[in-house]
Antibody, heavy 121, light 107 residues
Framework: EVQLVESGGGLVKPGGSLRLSCAAS????????MNWVRQAPGKGLEWVSS????????YYADSVKGRFTISRDNAKNSLYLQMNSLRAEDTAVYYC??????????????WGQGTMVTVSS | SSELTQDPAVSVALGQTVRITCQGD??????ASWYQQKPGQAPVLVIY???NRPSGIPDRFSGSSSGNTASLTITGAQAEDEADYYC??????????FGGGTKLTVL
């Protein structure tokens, strides 16, 4: 079964750090670009970061650039998001998602169940 | 601009057809993908590319595109289709974009 399982969420104080992990199974992880997408309580989806299959290409949303770092370990079938200098507005459910793409589209075809990050004093 | 715009809410009578739209400059270069999200659940991909449905998605879901507007059409809406729907695309910088979401109510 194709599956993504996030972990590492929790309660952290403003200015603190947290590292999220996403364990992939059921597919060839090293062949796919991966992403983090978040959703604040009661709000819409917000793309956070993207990493290509070999880590050659990395992108960040302006809202997290300079504070978050995406990485992956293809040997461990794992995706990570290191979050530093956390703010209250980073409070959200964080999803990892696999990307299926061609030259004309890029679709998040597999999603994890999400992990909640709460930034509060 | 790097934005995707959706109507916040749409309603449809049970069994009728509804179209949910998404507008943005990036849609002139890239097809939109569409996601269904029910309360407390992760999003699910329902349409991608020109008009492709992942395995398990009913054929009452279809997609189309014209200029800077992408559309998701549900033909014969069912009660279980009541959900939030999001469009997604990429911009020329490689970033991903999501629309603000449309809440679909099936009456």
């Amino acid at each position: 079964e194709v599956q993504l399982v996030e972990s590492g969420g929790g309660l952290v104080k403003p200015g603190g750090s947290l590292r999220l992990s996403c364990a992939a199974s059921g597919f060839t992880f090293s062949s796919y670009s991966m992403n983090w997408v978040r959703q604040a309580p009661g709000k819409g989806l917000e793309w956070v970061s993207s990493i290509s299959s070999s880590s050659s290409y990395i992108y960040y949303a302006d809202s997290v650039k300079g504070r978050f770092t995406i990485s992956r370990d293809n040997a461990k079938n794992s995706l990570y998001l290191q979050m530093n200098s956390l703010r209250a507005e980073d409070t959200a459910v964080y999803y990892c998602a696999r990307v299926d793409s061609s030259g004309w589209y890029s679709a998040f075809d597999i999603w994890g169940q999400g992990t909640m990050v709460t930034v509060s004093s | 601009s790097s934005e995707l715009t959706q109507d916040p809410a749409v309603s449809v009578a049970l069994g009728q057809t509804v179209r949910i739209t998404c507008q943005g400059d990036s849609l002139r270069s890239y097809y939109a993908s569409w996601y269904q999200q029910k309360p407390g659940q992760a999003p699910v991909l329902v349409i991608y590319g020109k008009n492709n449905r992942p395995s398990g998605i009913p054929d009452r879901f279809s997609g189309s595109s014209s200029g800077n507007t992408a559309s998701l059409t549900i033909t014969g809406a069912q009660a279980e289709d009541e959900a939030d729907y999001y469009c997604n695309s990429r911009d020329s910088s490689g970033n991903h974009l999501f629309g603000g979401g449309t809440k679909l109510t099936v009456l």
